[in-house]
């Protein structure tokens, strides 16, 4: 199974591993969603603030966020096991990750001082669900055991996008 | 309170949990931190003197630091999870968590006093 393909019968297994990840690592799994639910209710409770929105800054901070993780996780699959960059493999999926994930924070980086994007995509790019999924992700690729596929991408990304939605519409409704 | 400082806490947070999952990760690929944690001292170092000598004497950030607060608090919940973890990730992971952790919401400071908050 690769991360583009999705199938409704995997998707116990991928909630089962996710479960194991978290019991095998309850506190810092517990600690990483309450940072992003204490993000998440001072939105819900400001709504009505312009403070509590997604701007630009957000971009920038999803953007180091990324360039950091990248950053580790090229490490985790470098052959020489001394942080070269000339033994990196490519073809390992841990280093594709990390190759578009630090092309991503580039961008994001790029968008966040030109402030070219439209405000959709600001908030497309700058919510902190997003910033979430990726940093959940890869810390789920640290786990050796634990194969990232499609349905799992969903499992993770399907309840963050509710839960985007939610926000974005009680600010609509304000 | 203010988003700047749920971002700065979170941040601070989020790199916590990141810093000792990856010195787990690396412990159990056999890897070595050490390099990993001269490269974030460097990173850190360069950010710092950027702020000192660069940002601040142009005007462009009012501190440096976080109030002191804010700062007592998310060092000491770095160096809180870092002790806890301590027997898992090293003398150098427990290091290289307080490196990383302040980095990441020094940063994160830095950004929002550049956009006035």
Partial sequence: MSIFQFSFSEIPEAVSIIIGFINDNLILSGVLFISYTLFYLYGIINNKSVDSDVYEIDLLGNGVSSIMVAFLLVGLDESSKGFSFASLDISSPTTKAAIFLAGYAILLLLFAFTKMLPKFLVVVFGNSELDLFINFIAVLMIEPGIAITGTLLAVIGVPLLILLIIERLRRLAR | ?117
């Avoid at chain 2, 890897?31 to 142009?58: D, G, H």
């Avoid at chain 2, 804010?70 to 427990?94: C, E, M, P």
């Fill in chain 2, 1 to 117: 309170m203010k988003k700047y400082h749920i971002s700065v806490f979170t941040t601070n947070l989020l790199a916590i949990v990141l810093a000792i999952l990856f010195v787990k990760g690396y412990k159990a690929r056999e890897i070595p931190i050490t390099n990993v944690f001269f490269i974030m001292l460097v990173i850190l170092a360069v950010f710092m003197l950027l702020s000192i000598f660069i940002l601040k004497p142009q005007g462009r950030i009012k501190s440096i630091f976080p109030k002191k607060n804010l700062l007592i608090l998310n060092v000491g919940i770095s160096l809180a999870f870092s002790l806890i973890f301590l027997k898992q990730i090293g003398l150098i992971g427990f290091l290289f968590v307080m490196v990383f952790s302040f980095l990441l919401f020094e940063i994160e400071h830095i950004i929002y006093e550049g956009v006035g908050r």
